[in-house]
């Protein structure tokens, strides 16, 4: 989203503006002020002076005056944090299909104690007069993680800004919101994907999780490919929890660098499969039956095309394939946490540390004292941690 736009529909009712940005952001004002009319009023106000300014309807200098009041610079700040929650909100992400999101209350170690088992298996049958057979609850070793700041600064000098050029200073929330969103992907990506491929220590013969011979596959590593499909979604079926009992998987995601999207999407968007083997008759003579079923795979399984694996993986990265069952469903994969009250990027303007010497404070826009700098930061705190192999299956794509 183009950074005047977000500053146009600013223009907008009170209850347009919160619903446009409403969440969290950088505290440039009071939760009791933020639910003001009077500072909704003002915002959407400042808004339409600020684009003005943007569009060149306005000179710089009267932003530059408006700054030397005592509501704007709150206002000003006010306006570019929500900018870039626009711009982080509007960027893709690719991880709510493959981990299941939560919230953690500071930055001390996490710890993820998995569910106990022994309560949920089967039923025992009970004869008449006879007692109920005693479970054992067996609990896990814990999961543990922390979330940590992740951050740029920006600095413009005053020059750029007197020189009324602002393609890049308007950019800023569109840039700061951006890179947000990528350090949460390139973040994910890599608690499953290493340098050569799927983690090792995610994905092994131990956890029964890769597409090969031993784990129930037609061959080993296959490249993507319908047959290679069907043995993946076959070795994540035979899964079982720590009970013995099967793991239910009811919708799956299948992760692809972008060199095997097109094969993906073929595959997924087929109308029909033309069936010669599981499920066709091959015979010894010339002669085969055929079956022709519907593209089952359409309802079951959703693509996600993560562009950060052949960049994590030097060695098949482009081969590389992973299927995920729903990480909101049951027990996840993979697990990214947000520090509570800071689930979204906030940005942050350097105050001023110089005053004039005839007296009057200094607007932001002055820079600092030293080099008259004007300083933007861009704070994101997040973390994370791999859950359950049980809910993931792969393939490095290397088989023949």
């Not at 570019?80 to 953690?104: G, K, M």
């Not at 067996?138 to 602002?166: C, H, M």
């Amino acid at each position: 989203m183009d950074f005047l736009e977000t500053i146009e529909s600013l223009r907008a009712a009170d209850a347009g503006v919160r619903e446009l940005f409403g969440g969290e952001g950088r505290g440039v004002r009071s939760a009791a002020a933020a639910r003001s009319p009077r500072y909704t009023a003002a915002l959407a106000e400042a808004a339409a002076f600020l684009a003005d300014v943007w569009a060149g309807r306005r000179p710089l200098h009267h932003l530059r005056e408006a700054l030397t009041t005592s509501d704007f610079p709150q206002l000003f700040g006010d306006i570019l944090d929500r900018s870039v929650l626009a711009a982080y909100r509007e960027w893709p992400a690719i991880w709510p299909a493959i981990a299941q999101r939560r919230t953690v209350r500071d930055f001390r170690t996490v710890k993820l104690f998995p569910p106990a088992w022994g309560a949920d298996t089967r039923l025992t049958a009970v004869a008449q007069d006879a007692e109920y057979p005693e479970a054992s609850v067996t609990e896990q070793a814990p999961i543990t993680f922390a979330v940590q700041k992740y951050g740029r600064r920006i600095a413009f000098s005053w020059e750029t800004i007197v020189n009324d050029d602002l393609d890049q200073f308007k950019d800023i929330p569109e840039r700061f919101g951006r890179a947000a969103r990528r350090t949460e992907s390139r973040f994910v990506t890599e608690l499953y994907v290493d340098a050569n491929g799927p983690h090792a220590s995610l994905y092994s013969n131990g956890n029964k999780n890769l597409v090969n011979v031993a784990n129930g596959a037609a061959s080993n590593n296959p490249p993507l490919s319908i047959a290679a499909l069907q043995d993946g979604m076959t070795v994540l079926a035979a899964q079982v929890g720590e009970n013995g009992e099967p793991i239910m998987v009811e919708s799956v995601a299948l992760v692809v660098p972008p060199a095997l999207e097109v094969t993906a999407r073929n595959i997924l968007n087929a109308t029909q499969i033309w069936l010669t083997q599981a499920g066709g008759v091959r015979d010894a003579g010339a002669g085969q039956q055929q079956l022709i079923a519907q593209n089952w795979m359409q309802n079951k399984v959703q693509l996600v095309v993560d562009p950060y694996i052949p960049l994590t993986a030097t060695t098949n990265g482009s081969t590389s394939w992973f299927l995920f069952a729903d990480p909101n469903a049951g027990r996840p994969a993979l697990t990214i946490a947000f520090l509570r009250g800071h689930e979204e990027p906030e940005i942050f303007i350097r105050e001023p540390n110089a005053r004039r010497a005839a007296g009057g404070a200094v607007d932001p826009l002055d820079g600092n004292f030293e080099t008259d700098a004007v300083d933007y930061k861009v704070r994101h705190v997040l973390g994370g941690a791999r859950v359950d192999p049980r809910a993931t299956v792969a393939s490095n794509g290397s088989g023949a």
